[in-house]
């Protein structure tokens, strides 16, 4: 079985703190993506990966960047965490090249910033 | 503009019917539409996938249908059971799977009532 994991489940932060959020998936897959879903707005995109050291934005990258220095892991920064930021945050993997673009999803992270 | 709709109000169903969840689209020409099953607090998991030359799907008590003239898909639970409850996304590639980026509905609660 794929399996994606996200290095909290629950995260409370400080307005003004840096954020690293980690995931890690363990199927050799390529692709991997950064979601946060808010009520009403389901999930947006905000990065993805396509391979180790490649990044594109996705839909809101503002406030937001990446790291993948290895396939296997994907870290989503907050470089100055904002209330507005206060999301869950979704990690998510599928392999390139694939029949079909099914995403495997991580558990989730509930960030709240104070 | 370009979007996916489902029903944002929640449905609610009786122990033994049928759920039937709508996704509609405009302005994509998708390869294929997938469903997600979401439960509170955690990541979406993947449920079946519809092709655009493939009229119905099945698995198990699931069943979805595409109809690409009308651009929809439909949902459909048999025997429905509490343990159904839960948010449904539907999600489609608008780039016809050359990216592997997928675009998310904002998801329908379903709650079964015993």
């Known amino acids: 079985d794929v399996k994606v994991t996200q290095s909290s489940r629950y995260l409370v932060k400080r307005t003004g703190e840096k954020v690293f959020l980690e995931c890690v998936q363990d199927?050799?897959?390529?692709?991997m993506f950064w979601y946060r879903q808010d009520p009403g707005l389901g999930l947006r995109l905000i990065y993805f990966?396509?391979?180790?050291?490649?990044?594109e934005k996705g839909d809101i990258p503002e406030g937001y960047s990446v790291s993948r220095e290895k396939k296997e892991r994907f870290s989503l920064i907050l470089e100055s965490a904002s209330t507005n930021q206060t999301s869950m945050y979704l990690c998510?993997?599928?392999?390139?090249?694939?029949?079909?673009?099914?995403?495997?999803f991580g558990p989730g992270t509930r960030l709240t910033v104070l | 503009s370009q979007k996916i709709e489902q029903n944002s109000e929640a449905l609610n169903i009786q122990e033994g019917k049928t759920a039937t969840l709508t996704c509609n689209y405009t302005n994509y020409s998708p390869a294929y539409l997938q469903w997600y099953r979401q439960d509170p607090g955690r990541g979406p998991v993947f449920l079946l996938l519809?092709?655009?030359?493939?009229k119905e799907k099945r698995k198990e008590r699931l069943k979805v249908t595409f109809d690409t003239t009308l651009k929809q898909s439909l949902f459909h639970i048999t025997a429905s059971q509490p343990a159904d409850s839960a948010t449904y996304l539907c999600?489609?590639?608008?780039?016809?799977?050359?990216?592997?980026?997928?675009?998310f509905g904002t998801g329908t609660l379903l709650a079964v009532q015993p």
């Open positions: 990966s396509y391979d180790v050291k490649m990044k």
């Open positions: 519809i092709r655009e030359n493939e």
């Open positions: 199927m050799d897959h390529e692709n």
């Open positions: 998510a993997s599928t392999s390139a090249g694939g029949e079909t673009d099914t995403q495997y």
């Open positions: 999600a489609l590639d608008p780039n016809g799977g050359a990216t592997n980026k997928l675009i």
